[in-house]
């Protein structure tokens, strides 16, 4: 009989990592899948346990498929049904600028997402009381494109009726996100975005993660579960009816692993950077910090999730030039500029996201994880000022471990770049490889092996 384990699976922009951790205790199994060899996810996962030669007691996943999809505009248009008069909401938004010295800022919604030939306005109205104060005419409503539906009338929050009398009069089987559902609170604009998100996303789930969810169980493996942005974790009929918790699901997860490795650190500063961004999170006395409004490039919507702020800085871009200067190996001919570049950036918007939240950097501890933090997180520390940074064994799967309900045993054997293995601690400057990332200790720095694998690194006296 095969052993049983717990499977968790962060699915990035770069990687799939997978890390399986058995069900009695003992060492956890890890691997890295280049993404474009795990496009079939479903078929990476069983190929994974027949290796093994293990058995999945649970299949935990997070995906960057949703944001991928909002960021690049490849999700789907949707047909906004609101209140008449309120077609134009979309492009008015608060009427607020994120940036001051923008002189012809962007539509707080991007145009692809509900081009005004989708919107339609519908007689009837719900005053703020939640009373019906004109009746819904629901002859108005046409025959509408075969795209998903994104439903928001005007204080639908305090009185459901006229959404559901929507809903009730579309042709069964319609993608629909009632914004009462989605997100039932006050200020008209920001229900409109989350809903219209909401429904964008779900041609895409119904057609890339309902069939994983059918093909594990299909194949006698337990049903998955899906990663949400506040950390938890749900069923996939739970998911993919209310797709938009998913977006951040990798990032969150990052998050729960920063927050457990600075169990007894009054506060800690998270940089989990990847092939294509870096997530920055928060952690107080262990815990991670929550929010109500999220960050997805130029969009900003309310979601309840960790708080997590990705950065579009992420390590595929930085490859060549750290091959150049000798920091991974292989050979590149290519400018190292863009490494200062790219640390005074990472250093500048950590800073920013961290004083915004009280946390001071110079008595916090920053925890490097992911392919590319740790060998950025010292140089990055330096700037801001942390006296310490904490990179954990295995740190290129740090987020799926996240993912898992308790902490994964990871056995991780740094070694020099000469293949001799790292013991005790050592003044930088230093390079360490533990097979799924890179640590740099630059001058100035000590490194230190902990008895469970992490690397700690201080700043010499």
Known sequence: MRPRH???LDQGGSFLDIIAAPEGGGAARIAKRPRAEAANLAAAIIGFCEAEGIAPASITIATTLPANAILTGTASPVV??????????????????????????????????????????????????????????????????????????????????????????????????LSHRVDPETREFERMLATMLDASLKPLVATTLAPVARALVAAGLPSSRFALADGSAVAPDVALAAPLPLLLSGPAAGARAVARWAAGVPC???????????????????????????????????????????????????????????????????????????????????????????????????????????????????????????VPPCPGVMAASGLLDSAPALRATWRHRDGTPFAGSALGPLLLDDGTATARIPAGWRASLRSDGALLLDRAA
């Open 268 to 390: 800690a500063i998270g940089l989990d950077m990847g092939g294509t961004t870096a997530e920055v999170s928060l952690v107080r006395d262990g815990v991670a910090l929550e929010t109500g409004s999220v960050t997805l490039g130029p969009l900003a919507f309310r979601l309840k999730a960790l708080d997590v702020e990705s950065l579009a800085i992420g390590g595929d871009a930085l490859t060549e030039a750290a091959r150049a200067v000798g920091w991974l190996p292989g050979e590149a001919d290519a400018g190292t500029d863009s490494l200062a570049i790219a640390e005074a950036r990472l250093a500048e918007a950590t800073r920013r996201i961290a004083l915004r939240r009280n946390i001071h950097p110079d008595l916090s501890l920053l925890v490097a994880g992911g392919g590319f933090g740790p060998l950025l997180g010292a140089a990055i520390a330096g700037i801001i000022g942390c006296p310490r940074v904490l």
């Open 80 to 177: 906004l049904v609101t209140t008449q008069g309120f077609e134009d909401l979309p492009d008015l938004g608060r009427q607020s600028r994120r940036d001051p010295d923008a002189l012809d800022p962007p539509p707080p919604t991007p145009a692809w997402l509900s081009p005004p030939a989708l919107r339609l306005g519908i007689p009837g109205r719900i005053d703020a009381r939640g009373v019906e104060v004109a009746p819904l005419d629901l002859t108005a409503l046409p025959a509408l494109p075969g795209l998903p539906v994104a439903a928001c009338l005007l204080f639908a929050h305090r009185n459901p009726v006229h959404e559901q009398a929507i809903a009730a009069a579309l042709p069964p089987g319609t993608a629909l996100s």
């Open 6 to 8: 717990a499977l968790a």
